[in-house]
């Protein structure tokens, strides 16, 4: 069973940097690929970045493409999103979320776990 923990977030202002952390406190990490979603107050949630099982590939919404970068330590079971040049348009809740699609997946759909969510706000 995937239980996942969030960590991170905050306010900070335009163009400063932020990391998002995730653990499974379940032992299956490995066994998923993982992705980040957002949502901002009155919107949709949105793909942010999904990362393979094995951490060889990942890929992000062109919103967030060359700013931010998700990564994972499987030793770990933890699962990054390092936020630089953040603007105030990154502002929502972002959550974390395990999916059983090894490659990924842009569609939150598809993701079966997911954490409680962190704020993050960027002043402009």
């Known amino acids: 069973q995937v239980q996942l923990v969030q960590s991170g977030g905050g306010l900070v202002q335009a163009g400063d940097s932020l990391r998002l952390s995730c653990t499974d406190s379940?032992?299956?990490?490995?066994?998923?690929?993982m992705g980040w979603f957002r949502q901002a107050p009155g919107k949709e949630r949105e793909f942010v970045a999904t990362?393979?099982?094995?951490?060889?590939?990942?890929y992000y919404s062109d919103s967030v493409k060359g700013r931010f970068t998700i990564s994972r330590d499987n030793a770990k079971n933890t699962v990054y999103l390092q936020m630089n040049s953040l603007k105030p348009e990154d502002t929502a809740d972002y959550y974390c979320?395990?999916?059983?699609?090894?490659?990924?997946?842009?569609?939150?759909?598809?993701?079966?776990?997911w954490g409680q969510g962190t704020q993050v706000t960027v002043s402009s």
């Open positions: 979320a395990a999916t059983g699609y090894n490659g990924g997946s842009r569609d939150y759909q598809e993701y079966k776990y």
């Open positions: 379940g032992g299956t990490f490995t066994a998923y690929a």
């Open positions: 990362i393979t099982w094995s951490g060889s590939r990942s």
